[in-house]
């Protein structure tokens, strides 16, 4: 809990403590204003709220403010990875943004595995058609692996 509701928490039991009950007016009017205040600060910190994942033009999403997908940091959740080396493989990335992209995942989950298999399909398409059009140089660059 935020420090200044807590502190409105406590000043709440003090006056609902130390206002003599014939003083109801008083006393309805403090605790009024007092939910008042606890409201303002909650919308305050709603506010400050940090958009962690970002979607680009083209549909794809990355981490805020960087050029890392967001596919990249769930695949690596998804395979086990922790928060932490998750950072020590894309070094541009904070714990928090880490933090903040796997909670993101996790609260439109349906969704995102949804997309991350439309993208799986998406890479699959393009590598046949890759492998396609480049098969010469592939079939020499595989037996030049071989020998």
């Not at 990249?72 to 922790?82: P, T």
């Amino acid at each position: 809990m935020p420090e200044t509701v807590k502190n409105l928490t406590e000043i709440t039991h003090f006056a609902s403590t130390s206002i003599p009950r014939r003083d109801n007016v008083m006393f309805f009017l403090l605790n009024r204003l007092l939910q008042y205040v606890k409201h303002i600060c909650r919308l305050r910190m709603a506010l400050t709220a940090i958009q962690y994942v970002e979607q680009t033009p083209q549909g794809g999403w990355r981490v805020s403010g960087t050029r890392v997908s967001l596919d990249s940091v769930i695949q690596a959740h998804l395979a086990g990875r922790s928060p932490e080396a998750i950072v020590g493989d894309f070094p541009t990335l904070t714990l928090e943004q880490v933090h903040g992209a796997i909670a993101f995942y996790l609260h439109n989950r349906p969704e995102l595995d949804q997309y991350l298999k439309e993208q799986q399909a998406r890479w699959e398409q393009l590598r046949q058609e890759s492998e396609a059009q480049n098969k010469g140089l592939l079939d020499r660059l595989r037996a030049e692996k071989a020998r």
